[in-house]
């Protein structure tokens, strides 16, 4: 069929044509910035999951619905080399300046009060002409978010922010990825934060998302985390919502699948939203005609798993180390080797007795493979890849 006309895109981030499978979590957030704006007690939010189930797309629906309801909002992806203060500091110069407020005065004042936080370093100020500018061309406000103690200052630009939308009955909205990366004191001081957000009913929430393991960070940081933000796990498609990821993009196009196509579709994929989506694009390429059958899926398969094989898994395998390597070889064949159907976690104990090596020996790759995000530890003594069927590919392309 016609490639140009291709509905599906498979693409880091990229909105897929039919957002299915997330209605409860668009309706969820909905009642939250309600609630919020009327002054009503709420929790932020956090969305977990493995990579490839939509967690980016999904918060950049959040984003849309906050945008749609006149709120400020800003958003910034967590970098472990990199620090809270340069990228929260240029997401909320963006909040204020879509809120609208027309005080200029009042604005100007709360710029000002984001540039000294962005100026502070963790510890003394830095020279003028190595300070970064997120640029605000309002004068810096001294004495306020800028003591060094990143946990002070969080809690006292939250808390002009969001007096400044208060002052126009609306809300700001901070959407941080890739939350897991952030550093200890920097979790901290979230935390403490919207704690103290939390009690004041400013209108402030932060909307992160991260891997699975980012509520057990969340909780080594601040025991009352637990209580304080509402985590949602994001995980794979049903069977329904997968199906209709691949009809309705189809149908706008005067495309259908036969049901056995759709069967073959969710075997292939596990009804993860990346896969889905790669899977469908190449299906729609090879096939000749209307409907797309069984017979075009089995031909696109071998397309599509090599697109994968390369961009998605190859590209996170060649970034270990050999090894590195050869720990996430072992992960996987400990996994087939598992009496547990569909295992996800393996305990570290059994990989080191499969390489025949002492558990201390292979901390180092361990710690490191967790550092890239390639693998994360969800309870303590045992270990997951981050990335949907990445065991599978070990076995079936590394030797």
Known sequence: MDPIRNPYAPGAGQRPPELAGRDEQLRAFDVVLERVVKGRPER???????????????????????????????????RPDQ???????????????????????????????????????????????????PGIDAPVVRG????????????????????????????????????????????????????????????VIVVGAGLPHLP??????????????????????????????????????????TADALEAMYAATGGYPYFIQAYGKAVWDRAPRSPITLDDVLVATPEAESELAVGFFGSRYERATPGEREYLRAMADVAAASEEPDVDAVPTADVAAFLDKKPQSLSPARDALLKKGLIYSGER????????????????HVG
């Open 44 to 78: 932020s939010l956090v969305l977990t999951g493995l990579r490839g189930v939509g967690k980016t797309v999904l918060l950049n629906a959040l984003r849309s619905a906050a945008v749609r309801r006149r709120w400020g909002t800003g958003k910034l992806e967590a």
């Open 83 to 133: 620090g809270l203060r340069r990228p929260l500091s240029s997401a909320l110069h963006q909040a204020v300046r879509e809120l609208g407020h027309t005080d200029a005065d009042s604005v100007d004042h709360v710029l000002g009060v984001i540039k000294a936080f962005a100026h502070r370093d963790a510890g003394a100020r830095a020279k003028l002409k190595d300070q970064w500018s």
């Open 216 to 257: 057990a960070v969340l909780s080594a940081s601040k025991s009352y985390s637990e209580r304080l933000f509402s985590y949602q796990r994001i995980d794979r498609l049903a069977r329904d919502a997968a199906d209709l990821a691949l009809t309705a993009p189809a149908e706008d196009e005067e495309v259908a699948f």
């Open 144 to 203: 306020r978010a800028d003591s060094g103690d990143i946990e002070i200052d969080l809690v006292e630009l939250f808390t002009d922010v969001g007096g400044l939308a208060a002052d126009v009955g609306k809300g700001i909205a901070v959407f941080i990825d890739e939350m897991q990366d952030l550093g200890p004191d920097d979790v901290s001081a979230l935390c403490a934060a919207c704690h103290e957000i939390s009690q004041t009913g400013l209108p």
């Open 381 to 396: 003594g045992r270990i997951a890849f981050t990335v949907p069927h990445f065991g599978r590919y070990l076995r079936e």
